[in-house]
């Protein structure tokens, strides 16, 4: 590490493999404000990632580009201010951006290119690399760095994440790799996940990892340790649902475990101050609705909805994940979650009981 890291007994930087960190809080930790970031919290935790050596820091809504809605949450502020206010502030990170096919547009990758986005990732579902192939070639077409993400990678074995990232690598992605938007793996999982993306292609390994089940950390090193070079994290985990991996304790585990970050790891801890002073509610935890989320594999942008359906109703929240997460309910179908609460309480089944044994197993 860099300056005011205690370390003395780490392995040299040359002998250590490297890891970049890609901090997503000004994203996907918008998640867990509502997407109320404003230009001052943004300036502010941007200039704070910046100063801590932070490699990439990713900013926008938390479904990315173009998804400021009344269906997915409204930003305080547009794209557009959002990337120059952060463009502005970093000096040294660089700065990257999300899309997902169907709520971001060309456009919307042209005007972030526009406005200096040095990395943008494209996410689709694990089995769905094909809906990224444009996007892909329309980044590479402008000389921008691209990668390829696989989300609710619990939904497909080790084999098939690797075919579907090899399909990203040949589109021309820079680098490829899966989230675990439920939250729902553990680090065995991961680590299989990881090493056969790895042996499939010849770019950079990315993973994302969440914390419904509080192994996020334990994942996102489990991925390293498996052959992944980039890995993602937010300050004091800010992320959807039970949030994401904690930033300021991923760092120094990996330079503890023998990786080589590049970021300081007093900059990274006052920049999670930052985080926790500015940012409102608290942060997110595995709370009851986090945990079950993640033992349903469903994916963790959906806690909100769930609670704010299942709750007036009198439906418990916690049958609502199981039930979702045995419809394999995916990012995009949150109308979904109104039908499975109405037919939870017309048939009285969320309040008898009728997922006993799937709590009893702790699976979905």
Known sequence: MNSGTPGAHSPTDSARSTVVVHDATLRDGQHAVAHRLGVAELRGYAEAADAAGVPVVEVGHGLGLGASSLQAGRAAVSDDVMLST?????????????????????????????????????????????????????????????????????????????????????????????????????????????????????????????????????????????????????????????GNTRLEVLVPVLERTGFATGVDLYGVLDAAEFAGRAFVPAPPFPDSAGIVGGLAGVVAAFRQHVLRHALPAGVDPRDVFFELGRRQAVAGQEDLIVDVVAELSSSGRARTGAHADERKEGTA
């Open 86 to 242: 952060v463009r502005e502030a970093l000096r040294h990170s660089r700065m990257a951006v999300f899309l997902l096919p169907g709520w971001g547009t060309s456009a919307d990758l042209d005007r972030a290119v526009a406005h200096g986005a040095d990395v943008v990732r494209i996410g689709v579902h694990c089995t769905e690399a094909t809906l990224a192939e444009r996007h892909i070639g329309h980044l590479r077409e402008r000389g921008t760095e691209a990668y390829g993400v696989l989300m609710m990678s619990h939904m497909a074995s080790p084999g098939r994440l690797a075919e579907e990232a090899a399909l990203l690598a040949e589109y021309g992605a820079s680098g490829v790799g899966i989230m675990d938007s439920a939250g729902h793996l553990l680090p065995d999982d991961v680590a299989e996940r990881i090493g056969a993306i790895a042996g499939a292609v010849d770019v950079p390994v990315v993973f994302h990892g969440h914390d419904n089940l509080g192994c996020a950390v334990a994942n996102s090193l489990a991925a390293a340790r498996a052959g992944a070079g980039v890995v993602d994290a937010c300050a004091r985990g800010f992320g959807a649902g039970a």
